[in-house]
C-alpha cells in the first residue's frame, strides 16, 4: 500500500516568492498535518485538517495557510517567502483525530529559499 | 515547549540492547507517551507509545515507571538501520495530528 506521498521533493525559492506544497493521505486517513522541520530540530507542528476543516494550528505566521481537499489531499501554502522558512516540510496523516497520536509522515518536501 | 527530557546522544553496540531514557517528570494522568524515531533524511517513524502500562511489540519496548514521571525504549537486538534520531513525547490523545516533539537522543548502532 501507498504511504504518504509528497511534492514536489526538493525545491529552491527566493525571497519574496510563494510556494505550494502537496500531500496525499494514506488511503483511507481524513487527518492531514503539517510540520517544519529546521535543520538539527525536532519538527514544529504547523497546521491539522480533519475532513476539510482545520483543527488546530501551530505558532505560525498567517504567510503559512493550508487547505484539505474532498479527496483528503492536502496544500500547504506559504507566501512572501523569508530565508528562515528554509526547512523540510512534512506532511503526515491518520485515520482520525482522537486516537491520532499514531502519525504516519511523509519523506518531506525539502525547501530552499535563496 | 517540549515536556520531556532526552539525552542529546547515545551509542550502542550492534547486537546489544538499547536502552533510551526519558524524563516526563509534569506528565499528566491523562498523557500518553509516544515514542518516534526518525532515520536521516527521512520523515518520523511511530515505535510505540503507553499510558501506564509496559508496552511491547515488533519494534520496541516501552518500560513506564510506576509513578509515570520517566520511561525507557528498549530495542533489543540493535542493529545498525536502528541509527536515528529517537523523540519521546507526551500528549494526550485527542490532540489530534499535533505532536510536539523534542531535540531528541541520537542514536548511533555500531559494529
Known amino acids: 500500500d501507498a504511504g504518504v506521498t509528497q511534492s514536489p521533493t526538493h525545491l529552491i525559492k527566493t525571497r519574496g516568492q510563494h510556494v505550494t506544497l502537496r500531500c496525499s493521505p494514506i488511503s483511507g486517513h481524513k487527518s492531514v498535518s503539517w510540520y517544519q522541520q529546521v535543520l538539527g530540530q525536532g519538527p514544529q507542528f504547523i497546521f491539522q485538517?480533519?475532513?476539510?476543516?482545520?483543527?488546530g494550528r501551530g505558532n505560525f505566521p498567517d504567510r503559512f495557510s493550508a487547505r484539505q481537499f474532498p479527496n483528503y489531499s492536502s496544500e500547504l501554502n506559504v507566501n512572501a517567502l523569508l530565508l528562515g522558512d528554509s526547512a523540510l516540510y512534512l506532511c503526515?496523516?491518520?485515520?482520525?483525530?482522537?486516537?491520532?497520536?499514531?502519525?504516519?509522515f511523509g519523506e518531506g518536501s525539502r525547501l530552499t529559499v535563496l | 515547549d517540549a515536556k520531556t527530557t532526552q539525552p542529546p546522544s547515545m551509542d550502542c553496540a550492534e547486537g546489544r540492547a538499547a536502552n533510551l531514557p526519558c524524563n516526563h517528570s509534569?506528565?499528566?494522568?491523562?498523557?500518553?507517551v509516544y515514542w518516534y524515531r526518525q532515520i536521516h533524511s527521512q520523515g518520523p517513524q511511530y515505535i510505540i507509545h503507553g499510558l501506564k502500562n509496559n508496552e511491547t511489540n515488533e519494534m520496541a519496548s516501552l518500560i513506564i515507571t510506576e509513578d509515570r514521571k520517566s520511561s525507557t525504549l528498549i530495542l533489543p537486538h540493535a542493529t545498525l538501520r536502528d541509527t536515528a534520531v529517537y523523540y519521546c513525547?507526551?500528549?494526550?490523545?485527542?490532540?489530534?495530528?499535533?505532536?510536539?516533539f523534542g531535540q531528541g537522543t541520537e542514536l548511533s548502532v555500531k559494529p
Open positions: 485538517y480533519y475532513e476539510k476543516e482545520e483543527r
Open positions: 509534569t506528565i499528566s494522568g491523562n498523557e500518553y
Open positions: 503526515a496523516s491518520s485515520l482520525s483525530t482522537r486516537r491520532a497520536g499514531e502519525l504516519f
Open positions: 513525547i507526551v500528549r494526550v490523545d485527542n490532540q489530534g495530528g499535533k505532536l510536539i
